[in-house]
Structure formats: structure tokens, C-alpha cells
């Protein structure tokens, strides 16, 4: 009897430390907004990404969808932004996701078609250091940005 006392108290202790060592919601939050604002996006969405994960919240989705929006990444951060606002309409910023969504679906419909004489032309969109989109005759999506 004694010794599944022990066992109990030491499991109860153990529990007790795992809860106080693992996050909340609101520290995975604040990790991610002080990456945000830092302008780590790429670790942001991973902090943004894991919390959604364990603590399913409209705000981690919001949060995942602008650092996609920073990343350029804006496919995803549509996806992200609609599962938003399917999530959370009554939202206090709904009316901007939603202007947000129509803008970026328009983006999403817009193509870029280059030709050239010869073809074979190397294309480039903004500078040359965002490196190479293709040769022409080229046809692609235009990102917004």
C-alpha cells in the first residue's frame, strides 16, 4: 500500500511539472507575434503552425496566414484566411479578411503571359535576385507584391 502511494505521489508530481513546463496558448502566441515582429516569418508560422496543432484556435489560423502573406506564400495564406473566416465570422477584423480574401482570389485569377523574338528569353519578375521564373514564351500566375 505504501508503495502505490509513493508511485502516485511521484506521478502527480511528474504531471504537475509536465503542465507548468508545457506552453499555453497565449505564450505560443506571444512566441510567434515577438518572431513576427522580429521578422522571422518562416519561424513565426512554425510556432503559429504547432499551436494550431495542439490548441485548435482561429487565431493561430489568422496568425499562419500572415506570415504566409510575408512569405509571399499566397495561396496558402488564402487557404488560411478562408479557413478564418469560415472559423470565426462574428471576427472583429471580418470585414478586412474578407476584402483581404476577395483581393487575394483576384491575385490568385491573375496570369502573366511574355514573349519574346527570339524565345528562349530568361524571365525575371522584380529583380534578378528573386532569381529566375522561367524562359519565354512564359505563362504564369502574378503574385501580388
Known sequence: ????????????TWLAGTAQAAPSPQTALAQGNR????????????VFAAAQQRWPRPVFLRSMAFCQLKRARHREALELLQRYAASYPHAGDA??????IA???VAMATRLNVSSTPSGAAVFLDTEASGQRGTTPFAGPLAPG
Not at 500500500?1 to 502527480?12: D, F, G, P
Not at 470585414?95 to 483581404?100: E, G, L, N, P, Q
Open 35 to 46: 518572431l513576427f515582429a522580429a521578422g522571422d516569418y518562416a519561424a513565426a508560422f512554425e
Open 103 to 105: 483581393e487575394l482570389e
Open 1 to 12: 500500500m505504501a508503495l502505490r502511494k509513493l508511485i502516485t505521489i511521484l506521478a502527480l
Open 95 to 100: 470585414a478586412r479578411i474578407t476584402a483581404t
